[in-house]
């Protein structure tokens, strides 16, 4: 079983910054693939990132592709998600999902709680 906590969400301004983190406990770390899933209000969940478990490959949802950017420290077991010049539109709740490097929103095995983001005009 997989632990996965949030932290970061808040209320930014459009054109802010925000960084989310992620950390995982409860088995080794270092062998998944890790992503970020969001849900705007009245949406579906949305793919946003994803990371390998080596840290050497990233894929990103076409939106946010030059403004996100995530990364992972596996001695510390915690991913991040960079996100530069937000807009509006990236308001929503942010989910840490583990699972393969492929992830979609239906195919991840862990989820974490998820995470509140908030962009104003």
């Known amino acids: 079983q997989v632990q996965l906590v949030e932290s970061g969400g808040g209320l930014v301004q459009a054109g802010g910054s925000l960084r989310l983190s992620c950390t995982a406990s409860?088995?080794?770390?270092?062998?998944?693939?890790m992503g970020w899933i969001r849900q705007a209000p009245g949406k579906e969940r949305e793919f946003v990132a994803a990371?390998?478990?080596?840290?050497?490959?990233?894929r990103y949802t076409d939106s946010v592709k030059g403004r996100f950017t995530i990364s992972r420290d596996n001695a510390r077991n915690t991913v991040y998600l960079q996100m530069n010049s937000l807009k509006p539109e990236d308001t929503a709740v942010y989910y840490c999902?583990?699972?393969?490097?492929?992830?979609?929103?239906?195919?991840?095995?862990?989820w974490g709680q998820g995470t509140q983001v908030t962009v104003s005009s």
């Open positions: 990371i390998s478990w080596s840290g050497d490959n990233t």
């Open positions: 999902a583990a699972g393969p490097y492929w992830m979609t929103p239906q195919r991840a095995d862990y």
């Open positions: 409860g088995r080794t770390f270092g062998t998944d693939a």
